[in-house]
T-cell receptor
Framework: GAGVSQSPRYKVAKRGQDVALRCDPI?????LFWYQQALGQGPEFLTY????????KSGLPSDRFFAERPEGSVSTLKIQRTQQEDSAVYLC?????????????FGPGTRLLVL | DAKTTQPNSMESNEEEPVHLPCNHS???????IHWYRQLPSQGPEYVIH???SNVNNRMASLAIAEDRKSSTLILHRATLRDAAVYYC???????????FGQGTRLTINP
């Protein structure tokens, strides 16, 4: 079946531009996560949704980062006034249910480069 | 979050077994041990997880020390496709997010 998809796969932005990154989770998956992965590092948690409710946004690095999942399916991560330090791969993951040991299925990521 | 320690890199040969170690001396009784791996230019993928007993699945085996302060991921017969960064993660019961460390970069020689 179809896995998690993300678009665009690559994004180049000029410093100060706003960007929107899209995640299509596996159909029927209740939980959705966003992670940020800097070059050479492991992914770092940004935020978590259960259906349309954003239950944890403790990892968002600043108020320039905003995520939404209005209908409990597709999610968008928006970064306003991008800075060079925002350059990273942004990973989306989904899991079927809300059990704490549920497997997370990751998309291929969006590679963001801010010039 | 409890911390894990893994070697930065390991190397093995194709068709040989690989043992990837992970130390987690501050593990709590409700922490599960998860392994994910990340192939080049892909998102991480689930490998295996366990609590106390050793676990086997089609991808790998997980051997957990009796005191739970360390564990080993075992790939029984490595292939070139197994070259990836392997992450050992402690996930508390009730926790949703995954907390990744640096992982171990595994190189497989043909």
């Amino acid at each position: 079946g179809a896995g998690v998809s993300q678009s665009p796969r690559y994004k180049v932005a000029k410093r100060g531009q706003d960007v929107a990154l899209r995640c299509d989770p596996i159909s029927g998956h209740v939980s959705l996560f966003w992670y940020q992965q800097a070059l050479g590092q492991g992914p770092e948690f940004l935020t978590y949704f259960q259906n349309e409710a954003q239950l944890d946004k403790s990892g968002l690095p600043s108020d320039r980062f905003f995520a939404e999942r209005p209908e409990g399916s597709v999610s968008t991560l928006k970064i306003q006034r991008t800075q060079q330090e925002d350059s990273a791969v942004y990973l989306c993951a989904s899991s079927l249910d809300t059990g704490s040991q549920e497997t997370q299925y990751f998309g291929p990521g969006t590679r963001l480069l801010v010039l | 979050d409890a911390k894990t320690t893994q070697p930065n890199s390991m190397e093995s040969n194709e068709e040989e077994p690989v043992h990837l170690p992970c130390n987690h001396s501050t593990i709590s009784g409700t922490d599960y041990i998860h392994w994910y791996r990340q192939l080049p230019s892909q998102g991480p993928e689930y490998v295996i997880h366990g609590l106390t007993s050793n676990v086997n699945n089609r991808m790998a085996s997980l051997a957990i020390a009796e005191d739970r302060k360390s564990s080993t991921l075992i790939l029984h017969r490595a292939t070139l496709r197994d070259a990836a960064v392997y992450y050992c993660i402690l996930r508390n019961r009730g926790a949703q997010k995954l907390v990744f460390g640096q992982g171990t970069r595994l190189t497989i020689n043909p």
